[in-house]
């Protein structure tokens, strides 16, 4: 019964993946996306900075929201006026960006008043991320463990890897199957072909190759 009891444990040390895309995987999840406009106390318009900001958060919606837009404007706060009237303005240049308005939704969120709280503009999209790394649930030193004897990998290692490609990646969907092929570039193919009859180089040429070489003074 003793060495049933230690075979047990054993098998259950070794459940633990090699693989460290399976310790550590990457997960399609749906996460929020937002940024934050400071309104000063005098100022109810927003800045020309600010503008620009906004009107990018509407493009970037378009392709990668799975909701609508949230307008969290402060209330009681500080700079709770000039926050409610530069809202108004925010929500006209996300209309005006291609957002429907009944998918802007501009809500009143509790602010200290003594507090300068900024405007939040937030919408839903899918993200990817792995994690979390950092934890080390076994010693890495000399031990009678078989981690340590059979030169298995530790359980943090590849888990900044798989992170940071899930921070890195433009469409979490890439991730879990590949896009459909894009239209081919007709005019090129038809150059490239062309060369390739006449027995010519197809590569491109680059007008800046000469300026890259190394100088030959002094040889």
Not at 61 to 72: L, P, S
Not at 160 to 179: F, G, H, K, Y
Request: aromatic letters at 6%; one cysteine or more.
């Amino acid at each position: 019964m003793l060495l049933g009891g230690c075979y047990t444990a054993r098998e259950a040390a070794d459940t633990v993946p090699t693989d460290y895309r399976l310790r550590h995987p990457i997960s399609i999840q749906e996460g929020e996306k937002s940024v934050a406009l400071m309104i000063g106390n005098r100022r109810g318009t927003l800045t020309p900075a600010q503008r620009t900001d906004t009107v990018a958060l509407a493009g970037v919606w378009k392709r990668e929201a799975t909701g609508g837009i949230i307008v969290d404007v402060p209330a009681g706060g500080a700079n709770g006026r000039s926050a409610a009237e530069a809202a108004r303005e925010v929500k006209s240049l996300l209309v005006a960006s291609g957002v429907p308005e009944h998918l802007v939704r501009v809500r009143p969120y509790p602010a200290p008043e003594t507090k300068f709280a900024p405007l939040k503009i937030k919408y839903t999209r899918v993200t990817a991320d792995a994690g979390p790394c950092g934890l080390w649930p076994k010693d890495l030193g000399p031990e009678g463990d078989p981690l340590w004897f059979e030169n298995r990998p530790y359980w943090n290692l590849g888990c900044a890897t798989q992170r940071n490609l899930a921070a890195m990646v433009d469409n979490p969907a890439d991730l879990v199957q590949p896009r459909e092929e894009g239209p081919i570039y007709a005019g090129r193919r038809s150059v490239v072909l062309d060369k390739y009859r006449r027995g010519e180089s197809t590569a491109a040429v680059d007008p800046n190759a000469e300026k890259a070489k190394i100088s030959e003074i002094g040889q």
